[in-house]
């Protein structure tokens, strides 16, 4: 099913809930213009390619072109990413790479993104965010998890995709997740958030836990962004069982 084709009843139901909850208060894209809104098809786009200058401006109806690219992680790089990786990591840091793409935001507008994978995975997933920005799916935010200081709970809050962090699995320390790998991405945590029991994180994320919503940014089983993941090996953790870790795409399958 489109997930952005929303019923009357499920675009009232959003405007409820963005009444009522703090989820709809985003952090990311365009602060003033932050609700819950679908992506217009024929929406106006402007790069924003490493922050600068716009590279390239669609006409309206016109598709705008991805851009992205494969880059090792340089001196600078290194240096930023003191909060995610440190020695005894499991992966060296030579071995991953940051990917940098186009995507569209809530806004409709096209913004820059970085994700840092293993070196061996990082085409595939720049081919991953080539197809959600054909989708024009919206992506909140995307910046390496230092941006954050490595903390997944405030990254998840802030609703940034991100992929790279030396960390243990949410509630079993000691046991290395598959993003300390660079084996795994969360994409849109607070439309997509980690669900186990009645517990939902991150926090403001509540309203996300019912997935018969079709709110924008959400993932649903066999959408584009499942199918998209799913077409370079990697599986989704909205299809566990005992926990359904909606944002959680990886290469291992943990
Ligand atoms: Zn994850």
Do not use: K
């Not at 993941?229 to 909606?246: E, K, L, Q």
């Amino acid at each position: 099913m489109p997930i952005r084709t929303r019923s009357p009843l499920s675009a009232v139901a959003t405007a409820v809930l963005c009444l009522t909850f703090a989820a709809c208060a985003r952090v990311a894209d365009a602060p003033s213009t932050r609700t819950v809104l679908p992506v217009p098809p024929g929406a106006l786009a402007v790069s924003t390619w490493h922050g600068g200058a716009p590279v390239a401006q669609a006409s309206p109806g016109s598709p705008p072109r991805f851009h992205g690219a494969v880059r090792p992680i340089d001196a600078a790089t290194r240096a930023s990413m003191r909060w995610s990786w440190r020695p005894g990591c499991p992966v060296p840091i030579d071995d991953l790479r940051i990917v940098e793409v186009e995507r569209f935001g809530f806004d409709g507008r096209v913004h820059h993104g970085e994700v840092i994978v293993r070196r061996d995975l990082a085409a595939g997933v720049r081919r991953v965010f080539r197809t959600l920005f054909e989708a024009r799916f919206p992506i909140a935010r995307m910046e390496p998890i230092d941006a954050f200081h490595g903390d997944d709970a405030r990254a998840m809050a802030a609703d940034d995709t991100s992929g790279f962090n030396c960390r243990w699995v949410t509630g079993h320390p000691g046991v290395w997740s598959a993003h300390a790998f660079g084996l795994a991405i969360d994409v849109n945590p607070l439309e997509n958030p980690y669900v186990t029991g009645n517990a939902v994180a991150p926090r403001g994320a509540e309203p996300f836990a019912d997935r018969s919503l079709n709110a924008p940014g959400m993932i649903h089983a066999g959408d584009v962004v499942v199918r998209a993941f799913a077409a370079i090996g990697w599986s989704w953790g909205g299809s566990w069982s005992t926990v359904r870790d909606y944002q959680h795409f990886s290469a291992n399958g943990r």
